[in-house]
């Protein structure tokens, strides 16, 4: 009885004591959240410097800071962050996760630059309302946000952000106010609420409801009818003429102006030769300079001629090759693209002059991030979405500014985003199950990765898939030399972990592109 009487007499002061060390953490917390963000950002204006002080420690102190709204005013736990239009300049300042109890963020038109963190929901996951536009953010948008379960506003627009809307964004339900315009978005708007068009307005790469359909969708049903076509033996010119008009995708060139630009193919123009034909410059009468792919006469390579057309000719993209026209007379089949005046990324990866020299860790992750965003497009670029099934540095082509552009769709696979298993190929030949979805360019990404970072042939690097996924491959030793000591050895180890991820033996254990993407774009 007499220890009962104790533990009611003792039991007030020991839940009064944990009461006051909870909000003594969560008062601690919220300071050092705001000391971090007025340290990670420059004030030029000093609109943070002039109300931000520290050394005041009374109850409640932070709640008088500019831009701070706290729960309650004589209680140190912040509510909301408002600073827009204040100058202020820096990336996204991660501090902001020690502020647990945030509901709404304002950082808008201010000067703040990077990347939007990955794990943005790690930072801000009870957020209900987030403003940063009119920044200089760049890099994608990251599917994280999804993630943000609470998220009731989310305004993006008027920054540099590239790539696509994850889809994972249709995720957020109580999703009310959504703006990305006037940046540099790609590939279909998601399937979710539908907001007004002008949320979406500016961004060229952009399409579907509300915008324009994508080109994809308007073509769906020809590549239905177009793969069946292959399957069940169907003529090239009964494709041609009865099912799918090709020159209504890609403009139709006359074989005599083709001959005539490249000096009857004259040798001089060649500067190119491969196993399905021989490649011409050339310069066309509407001033433009082309590269002109003239395919060896074989049946056999009618097949991948129609699959670049049906697939060039329909996907537009940054990052992709340009295919300009065709030409079907007779027994000639020829390609005509945009001209790349720097080649190939495998002849300066190991050529013997000072080709790979020129190419440094910079230029080699700027073409890293394109090749990243191109994939990262394909497998979410429409209703249809595709797999390249050939990447290597040899279909990367660079143009004058060493942008990347992918080529070479002769295996493209189209595949229903919704049933992996079920593809329409254009290519009959599968081996293995993992080479028919997505996961099969994953993997040869990563092969390309290690080209790029190590400047070794894909043979040397290994025969064996197993082999290759070891971790053996992300060790300094292997790298470039011409890479290591000038200051980017960190950013190497991330890109040759993110290597060895990408081919893991077991398809399912890689990192999707989107993940890819954003894993390269943060890194750069």
Known sequence: MCNCNILYLVLPFFLLFCSFSLRCYAVQSDIDCLRSIKDSLVDPLNMLN???KFDNQTEGFICRFAGIQCWHPDETRVLSISLPDMGLKGEFPRGIQNCTSITSLDLSSNELYGTIPSDISRLIGFIVTVDLSSNLFSGAIPSDISNCSHLNSLKLENNKLEGLIPPEIRLLKRLKTFNVANNMLTGPVPNFVTFPIESYANNSGLCGSP?????????VSRHILFACGFVTGWSLSTLLGRILKLEKIVTRMNFIELSKATSNFSQDNEIGNGMLGKVYKALVPNGWTVAIKRLQSS???EEQFV???????????PNLVSLIGFCYERDERILVYKYMPNGNLHEWLHSTGDKARLLDFPLRVKIVVGVAKALAWLHDGGNFHVVHSNISTQCILLDENFDPKLSNFWEATFVEPNDIGSNLSLSPMVEFLDFTTYKKDVYKFGVVLLEILTGKESYELSCSSQNLSSSSFASPLDVDKLLLGQGFDNMVMQLLELASNCMKFIPDQRPTMQQVYQTVAAIA
Not at 307 to 317: A, D, F, M, P
């Open 307 to 317: 699959s670049e057309i049906t697939t060039l000719g329909i996907l537009r993209h």
């Open 299 to 301: 049946e056999d390579l």
């Open 211 to 219: 915008l324009e359909l994508c080109v994809t969708e308007r073509v």
């Open 50 to 52: 002039s109300t931000w």
